[in-house]
């Protein structure tokens, strides 16, 4: 099963758009994940409306109506693994053993917020960021994400899109 993973959209701003190349990522991927701050529901429909289903949780800056319609906490399963979703994965010293003490029960932990990319694991358990493809912020680059679920097994893999 392959995932294409998404965070920290912020849109509609400007002239702010999702990069071709990660529309076409998420249109052949058999899920997307979203961990917050896609700021309005025209962006959740645009998500939904590429074909795979949509799995989302609210962010900080996310639009009221939106955050109604979303988790702050989610759990995919995807081929015997689980993923929790959450926008804010916490203070980067010791995040990767807080979060697997946190979420003993998941596989991985995917999260957004700071718009940094990040993949660290440890004994088979993933943290994964994957960074933003509209608002890179202090990143050198626009990214995304991809994730391959097989046998209850994960692998990530950080993706620049620019």
Do not use: W, Y
């Amino acid at each position: 099963m392959k995932l294409a993973i998404i965070s920290d959209t912020h849109m509609p701003r400007g002239n702010r758009a999702i990069p071709p190349a990660c529309l076409e990522r998420m249109r052949a991927a058999d899920a997307i994940l979203h961990a917050g701050d896609l700021i309005g529901l025209e962006v959740l429909e645009l998500l939904r409306s590429l074909g795979p289903p949509v799995h989302a949780v609210r962010g900080n800056v996310d639009d009221p109506e939106l955050a109604m319609r979303l988790p702050a906490v989610a759990v995919v399963e995807a081929e015997g693994a689980r993923i929790l979703m959450t926008h804010d994965g916490g203070p980067g010293p010791g995040r990767l053993a807080r979060l697997r003490r946190r979420f003993a029960d998941v596989d991985a932990v995917v999260f957004g917020h700071s718009h940094i990319p990040l993949h660290e694991e440890q004994d088979g358990f993933h943290i994964f960021n994957p960074g933003s493809p509209t608002e890179r912020r202090r990143a050198p680059k626009h990214t995304m994400g991809e994730a391959e679920a097989r046998d209850g097994r994960l692998s990530f893999r950080l993706i620049e899109l620019d």
